[in-house]
């Protein structure tokens, strides 16, 4: 068990550009969630997987925003013409079948947007 | 919809001494509600879980929490604070059974002093 990986843990990009960020899972879970945590806040629910299948997606994720999880495992969140107003540590975590109720997390990507 | 207090932003307790880091939920019925930590530059790690039976639950590093249901709380307490101890703790509620859409408080920082 090696844990939630997420890359890059940091990513400097300027207005306009386009993001995209990795998470992978802990192997055998089939459930996977990406958070945004900004400063001196907990972190907010944007989106959910269970297997490939994205099943929820929060209002805070705009049209700007995508996530895929093409074969069930790893995922991605993309964001287009980022803002300053995206900069935030986006979280991923993942549950197993099992204990589903018990999200592990990853160490995050801090984004920063000048 | 769900939601979740923590009404202390910081707090600052001297090692050795007790702590009790306050949580308040709002939701329906009885959640699920978990405690994590996150230390700088690190991803939340989840320090105990309530879903259902005895109240008290007591989790790693020590911790303890208890549910009441009067009170709508699920406070987190520890007898004896290390310095290893400081970091910011997130109180967290879900549905019972079914998806985990998770809703996180604003967090309490914790400092601790020799």
């Known amino acids: 068990d090696t844990g939630v990986s997420q890359d890059p843990r940091h990513k400097i990009t300027k207005r306009g550009q386009n993001v995209t960020f990795r998470c992978d899972p802990i192997?055998?879970?089939?459930?996977l969630y990406w958070y945004r945590q900004t400063l001196g806040q907990g972190p907010e629910f944007l989106t959910y997987?269970?297997?490939?299948?994205?099943?929820?997606k929060s209002r805070l994720l705009s049209d700007r925003f995508s996530a895929e999880r093409p074969k069930g495992s790893f995922s991605t969140l993309e964001i287009q013409r980022t803002e300053q107003g995206d900069s935030a540590m986006y979280l991923c975590?993942?549950?197993?079948?099992?204990?589903?109720?018990?999200?592990?997390f990853g160490p995050g990507t801090r984004l920063l947007v000048l | 919809a769900q939601s979740v207090t923590q009404p202390d932003i910081h707090i600052t307790v001297s090692e050795g001494a007790s702590l009790e880091l306050r949580c308040n939920y709002s939701?329906?019925?009885?959640?699920?509600l978990f405690w994590y930590v996150q230390s700088p530059g690190q991803g939340l790690q989840l320090l105990l879980k309530?879903?259902?039976?005895?109240?008290l639950v007591q989790g790693i590093k020590g911790f303890e929490a208890e549910f009441k249901r009067s009170q709508s709380s699920f406070n987190l307490r520890k007898p004896s604070v290390h310095w290893s101890d400081a970091a910011e703790y997130f109180c967290?509620?879900?549905?019972?059974?079914?998806?985990?859409?998770?809703?996180f408080g604003t967090g309490t920082k914790l400092q601790v002093i020799p």
């Open positions: 975590a993942s549950s197993p079948p099992v204990s589903q109720e018990t999200q592990y």
């Open positions: 192997s055998e879970h089939n459930r």
């Open positions: 997987f269970q297997n490939e299948a994205q099943l929820e």
């Open positions: 939701y329906g019925a009885t959640p699920y």
């Open positions: 309530y879903l259902s039976g005895d109240t």
């Open positions: 967290a509620v879900a549905p019972s059974g079914g998806y985990q859409k998770v809703t």
